[in-house]
């Protein structure tokens, strides 16, 4: 039942959806009768039950293969295998996000999942138990979602995240909290949204679901659970992977900014750097990846920030001993905690210096 479980969360080859995610659009991936029917290729039987009206009553599920002693399929209804796979909570799990006409614009769905995620952390760090448990199950939810909408390349480390997770984040417990609602409802829409295309969206994202669940497992640590703390640094483990992996091209598209930076914008960030980590800043301003930070540095301040006060923040009560790069890490948590827009990465690089400082410089040098 294990195993029928994990399949159930896991994406069913060429499907836009999660199996699990029942709505009433469900004609459009499955067939409107109780026909055994074969889920994607993934080797799950189901078998959708209708009312008379032909309004969904539930569904029951069965691994191909897996029979009784007359040959039929064992069958399991989906609250059996686990509560949070019963219909009703499916159905309102991933019921559309209610959305009042009257407000304001929002940021598109990768960036609010992205800041919802980021919260995690701090809330985990002052929820009581019951809450906190909530708030993992939101993230748990999050990590089950993602596989669906990321790279074909990066799936296999995200599913064996989020089957890691799986004995981390499950609980009956569901906060009636506003921010454990904000991550619910960016999750249902990532689902109805084509996955970006710009790379830094899902490096941004990945970078603040790993300090989520290192945040997970620091919580359970705390609380003497010690096999759901194990299953978290797992979960960890392939985040960190499938994160490495995914900013490889985006990082290199915003270096190749960095370095195309006026030199007097650079020496303006180097002492920023300085300033806010003076204990790091000459290891960051070594590496490879200070382009990169250099030039997020500048879009911070441009975007009316503090760099030196969000520079901070970025590496406060942060996990950067784990990092391969100080730099890089910061540069995706800078653009998170600023929110900087995506064509950030792909405008233009910062003017030179006016003519009149070309030309004091100028002044200077034949003096």
Request: hydrophobic residues 45%; proline residues 8%.
């Given at each position: 039942?294990?195993?029928?479980?994990t399949?159930?969360?896991?994406p069913?080859?060429?499907?836009g959806?999660?199996?699990?995610?029942?709505?009433?659009?469900?004609?459009e991936?499955?067939?409107?009768?109780?026909?055994q029917?074969s889920?994607?290729g993934?080797?799950?039987?189901?078998?959708?039950?209708?009312?008379?009206s032909?309004?969904?009553?539930?569904?029951?599920?069965?691994?191909?293969?897996?029979?009784?002693?007359?040959?039929?399929?064992?069958?399991?209804?989906?609250?059996t295998?686990?509560?949070?796979?019963?219909?009703?909570?499916?159905s309102?799990?991933?019921?559309?996000?209610?959305t009042?006409?009257?407000?304001?614009?929002?940021p598109?769905?990768w960036?609010?999942?992205a800041?919802?995620t980021?919260?995690?952390?701090d809330l985990?760090?002052?929820?009581?138990?019951g809450?906190g448990q909530?708030?993992?199950?939101?993230?748990?939810e999050?990590?089950?979602?993602?596989?669906l909408?990321?790279?074909?390349?990066l799936?296999?480390?995200?599913?064996r995240?989020?089957?890691a997770?799986?004995?981390?984040g499950?609980?009956?417990?569901?906060?009636?909290h506003?921010?454990?609602?904000?991550?619910?409802?960016?999750?249902?829409?990532?689902?109805r949204?084509?996955?970006?295309k710009?790379g830094?969206?899902?490096?941004?994202l990945?970078?603040?679901?790993l300090?989520?669940?290192?945040?997970?497992?620091?919580?359970?640590q705390?609380?003497?659970?010690?096999?759901?703390a194990?299953?978290?640094?797992?979960?960890a483990?392939h985040?960190?992977?499938?994160?490495?992996?995914?900013?490889?091209?985006?990082?290199a598209?915003?270096q190749?900014?960095?370095?195309?930076?006026?030199?007097?914008?650079?020496e303006?960030?180097?002492?920023?750097?300085r300033?806010?980590?003076?204990?790091?800043?000459?290891?960051?301003?070594?590496?490879?990846?200070w382009?990169?930070?250099?030039?997020?540095?500048?879009?911070?301040?441009?975007a009316?920030h503090d760099?030196?006060?969000?520079?901070?923040?970025?590496?406060?009560?942060?996990?950067?001993?784990?990092?391969t790069s100080?730099?890089e890490?910061?540069?995706?948590?800078?653009?998170r905690?600023?929110?900087?827009?995506?064509?950030?990465?792909h405008a233009?690089?910062?003017?030179?210096?006016?003519?009149?400082?070309?030309?004091?410089?100028?002044?200077?040098?034949?003096r």
């Open positions: 039942m294990l195993t029928l479980t399949d159930m969360r896991r069913p080859a060429g499907t959806i999660p199996i699990e995610g029942l709505t009433n659009e469900e004609e991936s499955f067939p409107m009768d109780t026909q029917v889920v994607g993934s080797g799950v039987l189901m078998e959708i039950q209708h009312f008379p032909g309004d969904i009553r539930g569904y029951k599920i069965a691994l191909d293969g897996d029979t009784n002693k007359d040959g039929q399929p064992v069958w399991f209804a989906g609250s295998l686990a509560p949070d796979l019963s219909y009703p909570k499916i309102e799990r991933l019921a559309p996000a209610d009042p006409s009257a407000m304001p614009p929002q598109d769905a960036r609010r999942l800041q919802a980021d919260r995690v952390p985990l760090a002052s929820s009581d138990d809450t909530a708030h993992i199950a939101a993230l748990a999050t990590l089950d979602a993602l596989p909408r990321a790279p074909a390349d799936r296999p480390q995200l599913m995240a989020a089957t997770f799986e004995h981390v499950r609980s009956r417990i569901r906060a009636q506003q921010q454990a609602r904000a991550t619910r409802n960016a999750v249902k829409a990532i689902l949204e084509p996955a970006p710009d830094a969206a899902l490096a941004i990945l970078d603040a679901l300090l989520a669940v290192i945040a997970a497992r620091h919580w359970h705390a609380h003497h659970h010690d096999q759901q194990e299953a978290a640094r797992q979960a483990e985040l960190r992977a499938a994160y490495q992996a995914a900013t490889v091209q985006p990082i598209v915003v190749q900014r960095g370095r195309h930076l006026a030199l007097f914008l650079r303006q960030q180097a002492a920023v750097a300033q806010a980590l003076p204990d790091l800043a000459e290891q960051i301003l070594a590496e490879p990846g382009s990169a930070l250099s030039v997020t540095l500048a879009a911070t301040k441009k009316g760099p030196v006060a969000l520079l901070a923040q970025a590496a406060r009560h942060r996990e950067l001993d784990t990092a100080y730099s890490v910061l540069t995706w948590r800078l653009s905690l600023a929110d900087l827009p995506q064509r950030t990465w233009a690089p910062e003017p030179p210096p006016s003519t009149r400082t070309i030309r004091s410089a100028q002044q200077r040098r034949t």
